[in-house]
Structure formats: C-alpha cells, structure tokens
C-alpha cells in the first residue's frame, strides 16, 4: 500500500504509523522531519512551505513506487504540509513497514532523500534579521 498526502494540516505520527500496520510486518520505521529553531549561525523564526501541488504529488507517489520496487517492503506513507510552521511543527512524515528491520530503514532514507531532491516543494527560512528561499534542487 502507498499513501501519499500534501496538505496544509497538521500531519499526524500516529496516523501514519496506523496506515503502515500489518502482520506480515517485523519492522517499522517511522521518519519526522521538524522544524529547527537555527540553521548554521541564524536563529529561525519559522519556515514558509510552497508546492506546486499537483507534480509534488505525482513525484511523491513515484518515490514510493520506487522503494516499492527496490526494496522488500510492505506498505509506505509519505506526508508533506506546506504553509507556515513554527518551531517543533511536522513538515514531513514518512513511515514504512518491512517483514525486516532493514528494508525498512533503507526505504525511509531512500524516500527522504529522493523527496528532497526531486519533489517541487520549496522552503523560506524567516530569521530575525530577514528570510531566505532555501535551495531545495542542487
């Protein structure tokens, strides 16, 4: 099963671990991505999210197909919010359920990586003394 979900709600850990149970499953691996209060020297006052929703989307579902595909897993979820976010809020969530501890691990970090390279979803740090769109795609 694939889940895929961009929205300007609060995400939820518990949601998503939910949509990954099943017996078939030994291992689960949960990934929540928060919002930092600095980065490198600069305090942060919050980040703004922006997508263009429609392709994010599609590149989401095509990250989770991937993993599907390289690695021995059973279900995978993969929530992105866009807006503003305060320090402590949940920007991303990605939760992927295994027969084995081990695919489970390398398809979240598969999935984390690829999303942030890839996915048309685009950060602004605000700090004290101004803001700054931050390089999503090298």
């Known amino acids: 099963m694939i889940n895929i979900k961009l929205t300007d709600q609060e995400l939820s850990p518990s949601e998503c671990e939910q949509l990954i149970l ?5 291992g689960h691996v949960v990934f ?5 209060n600095h980065t ?5 006052k919050y980040l703004d999210f922006e997508a263009y929703g429609p392709m994010a989307e ?3 579902h095509k990250i989770a197909a991937a993993a599907k595909d390289r690695y021995d897993i059973l279900h995978i979820v993969i929530h992105h919010r866009t807006g503003k976010l305060a ?6 969530i990605i939760a992927v359920s295994s027969a084995h501890r081990k ?7 598969f999935c984390i990586d690829t999303l942030k ?6 950060k602004k740090e605000y700090f004290e003394d101004g803001e700054v769109w931050v ?3 090298p």
């Open 103 to 109: 695919a489970a691990f390398e398809a979240c970090e």
């Open 32 to 36: 929540i991505g928060t919002v930092r």
């Open 58 to 60: 599609k590149e989401m």
């Open 22 to 26: 099943d017996d078939q499953a030994g």
């Open 40 to 44: 490198s020297s600069k305090t942060v």
């Open 135 to 137: 390089a999503a795609h």
């Open 117 to 122: 390279e890839t996915v048309p979803i685009w």
């Open 87 to 92: 320090i402590g809020e949940i920007p991303v």
